[in-house]
Each structure stands twice: as C-alpha cells, then as structure tokens.
C-alpha cells in the first residue's frame, strides 16, 4: 500500500476509535470532502468572480458565487470574502485592511479564552504591529464588561477584535458594540467556534452590532479548514468603502491565489447548514455541554466560569495540583483526545497550563446525546482521579524529564488501556459521516 494512503488509513481508524472532544474539531461529510478532493486543486483563479487574472474560471466563478449567496443568506450579511486560507490569515486581512502600523487594538487575552490574533503581544502579528491592550477575566474566569469600558475608554482603541476559543459563556455582543462606539472604533466579531452555534439560533448573533464578522468554516459549522470574512450593513454605514479595503487585503494585500477545492467545500458545508436538521445538530451540542458539564462538577472537578452555555468547557485543575499535560496526555491512552489549556490568572506556563479543555461538536456530529455524555464524563473522572499524584515539577529541566517518562509509562498502563478498549467499543458504535 502506498504509505501516505496508509497512513490515513490508520488516521481514520484513529477518528473512528477515539472521542474526538477537542472542542475546535469536528467531522465533515463526505460531499465536503469530495469538494475539498476533487479536480478543483487544479485550477488557479487569482482575483474575484467575473475579475480572474487566469482564464477559464468560468465554474469556479459560479461556486465561489454559491459560497457567498449561501453565506449572505445564512449570516444576514450584505458582503462575504470566502478567500481566507483559514481563521489567523482572515483575522490578519480585517487588520491589515483596516489599519495602520501602531495602531492601538483591543482584544481579550489568550489565557482568559481569546485568540492569539486578537492582540496576543509581543510574538503575534497583530500583537508586534499594532499597540495591543487586552482584557482579562474576574476570579471566575468571567468578563467584566465595565473594565472593557474602561480599558477602552482609557486606550480609545481604533479597532476592537473580540472572540472566543476557551470561553464557555456566551459574548454580550451588544454591550461590546456599545463600548466600541464610544471611541468610534470597528467592532470586529470572530465568531469561529460558535458560527455553527449562530446559525442554529443557539448562540446569539453579532451581525446587528458588528461591524466585521469572521469566522473559520469547521469547527461547529463543519466545512473545511477555511474562513469567511463578513462585512454587515452597520459596517456599511459607518465607512462605504469596507467592501473594498476587505477584498483588497486578501487580494492582492496578502495572499494569491484562492483554494477553489476549499471553496467548494465550504458552498457544501453551508448547503448542509440551511436545513432543519443541522440546526437540531447546533442544540444538541449546547445540550451535551451542558450535561458533561455538571456531571464533571457533581465529580468534584472546578469548571472555569461554573459551566458552559456553548460547546465547550475548560477544567481548572489547579484544586487538584494537576497539570493539563499530566490529564490530557492520560486521557488520550484512554481513548479520549482533549487538548490543555491556560485557565484564567494562570501562573503556570502556556506549553504547561493548569486546565484542559473539551468540547461535543464532533461527539454530537456522530449522534451521542445526554446519555452519552453522562458516561463519557464518568470515563474522565476515573482518568483524573487515577492520576491525582502525578505532580509536574517545577523546575523545566525536571518537568521535561518527567513528562517523558510518563508518558513512556502510559503507553503500558493496565488500568488506562482497559479504559481505552471499553471507550474503543462504545465509540464504534456511532458512525463518523
């Protein structure tokens, strides 16, 4: 067998025999994947519909117009650029179109749920280019909408980028649209963890307040790995020219030629969004959060803001003197992929954070409900507790030695690998698309 089909062979087998709980993956349909697989990659098409500096895009003009009149129609948006190699390079275009060098930003900090490309400092483009100032969140992991206020009345930002990666509450878009009005500054609303959420009507949408909607088209919208950037009719008010200088940063400003087999995959993915049944899909994911939620609570674990009211949530171990990598790594010999995470006023560092994050979309995807949930999080629970006294050094030296011997003793573990052949068992009954 060839070795690359070999080895997605064995990726598939892995997707098949594991829960997938990393909240920002999910399971396409096998229509996207035959777009994102198909002939498509072939063709180079740089430019906008009906303005190609190739020829011989005639069809690829039609379904990069079908990607976006589904889009206009899904999100209530008057624009949409679907041209974005993913979410960091859409979130980089909005900035680059809509600022300049030193600019001052706003955006919520990483380790309180936010994105690296809404200000992270120092090591990120947004955060290197522009003068970043970024919020955080109170003792409980929650935002303080009057100390955005303030931050923002103090800075008076020209832009303000607000989005969520590892935060479970829902945004108050309308509160942070007032605030950006204070100072005249754009409202740009990253809605790529929730944009399937927005489309089912579980999660509310920014489009009455932003100005400039993004969003990454898997995650809960379950497409492929690329981006939208939306202009709304109340950025259209506040400058005409927003159409332009959007397409103009992604084209030619920052990248060539689109992905045509991404853009298919993504005109599939929001075909399968405008029906009555994905947005079945998007409740039930609120639904299973919420239940694995509290029956990790009723377990004894602390969960960063209490609980969720989306997809996802994040487990604040430090009660338990625990670290993400310890959890996460144990959890994945037993069948159950999770990925670590910063939790709030986090004084451990990002590569060792002190929570672990998870999530249902690609649970949901593959047809578990409530009751599903209740036994997934009891698989966890005994996870946690089995490794309660596997303490990371302080020291970097010690903590790298100790990982790799933990993780060397995992791979033989008795206890976790029963865990992983009871989870093999029960995840191979529910089918991946």
């Known amino acids: 067998m060839n070795k690359v089909l070999e080895l997605i ?21 096998k229509a996207v994947r035959n777009a994102v697989g198909s002939v498509l990659m072939n063709k180079y098409s740089e430019g906008y519909p009906g303005r190609r500096y190739y020829q011989g895009n005639k069809i690829v003009d039609e379904i990069e117009n079908l ?19 993913s979410g960091s390079p859409a979130n980089s275009a909005v ?25 992270h400092p120092d090591i990120t483009f947004s955060g290197r280019f522009f003068k970043s100032f970024q919020f955080g969140t109170d003792e409980n992991g929650v935002i303080d909408y009057d100390e955005v206020r303030r931050l923002v009345l103090r800075v008076k930002p020209k832009l303000m980028i607000i989005g969520t990666t590892s935060y479970p509450l829902i945004l108050n878009w309308k509160k942070l649209s007032q605030i950006a009005d204070l100072v005249g500054a754009f409202f740009v609303a990253d809605i ?3 944009a399937g959420l927005v489309i089912s009507g579980v999660y509310p949408s920014p489009v009455s307040f932003a100005h400039i909607v993004t969003t990454t088209t898997h995650k809960t919208l379950r497409g492929p790995r690329g981006a939208m950037i939306m202009v709304t009719k109340r950025g259209l008010k506040k400058d005409p020219d927003l159409v332009s200088k959007i397409d103009r940063a992604v084209f030619p400003g920052l990248q060539g030629g689109p992905h045509n087999n991404t853009t298919a995959g993504i005109a599939q993915a929001l075909i399968e969004a405008d029906s009555s049944s994905f947005r ?38 430090k009660p338990l003197g625990l670290s993400g990598n310890v959890v996460a790594e144990a959890l994945e010999i037993a069948g159950i992929i999770v990925n670590r995470n910063s939790v709030p006023n986090d004084s451990a560092p990002p590569f060792y954070p002190s ?5 249902t979309p690609a649970l949901t995807t593959r047809g578990m409900k409530e009751k599903e949930m209740k036994k997934i999080a009891n698989w966890i629970l005994k996870v946690v507790d089995y490794v309660k006294d596997k303490e990371l050094p302080e020291d970097k030296e010690e903590r790298v030695e100790f990982l790799k011997f933990f993780r060397k003793s995992l791979e033989k573990d008795k206890f976790l690998k029963g865990i992983a052949s009871e989870v093999r068992k029960f995840a191979l009954q529910y089918k991946v698309p």
């Open 9 to 29: 062979k064995k990726e598939e087998k892995r997707q098949r025999e594991t829960l997938m709980m990393v909240p920002s993956e999910n399971y396409a349909s």
């Open 95 to 119: 900035l680059f179109g809509l600022l300049s060098y030193g600019d001052k930003i706003v955006g919520l900090k990483l380790s309180s749920g936010g994105h690296l490309t809404h200000g």
């Open 355 to 359: 929570g672990i994050r998870l999530g």
């Open 280 to 317: 079945h899909y998007g409740a039930q994911v609120v639904k299973n959060a919420r239940v694995l939620a509290d029956e990790l609570k009723k377990g004894g674990l602390k969960l960063v803001c209490g609980g969720t009211e989306s997809h996802l949530l994040v487990v604040d171990l």
């Open 192 to 194: 790529s963890h929730v």
């Open 67 to 85: 990607a976006i009149e589904k889009a206009k129609k899904l999100f209530g948006v008057a624009h949409v650029n679907v041209q974005p190699y």
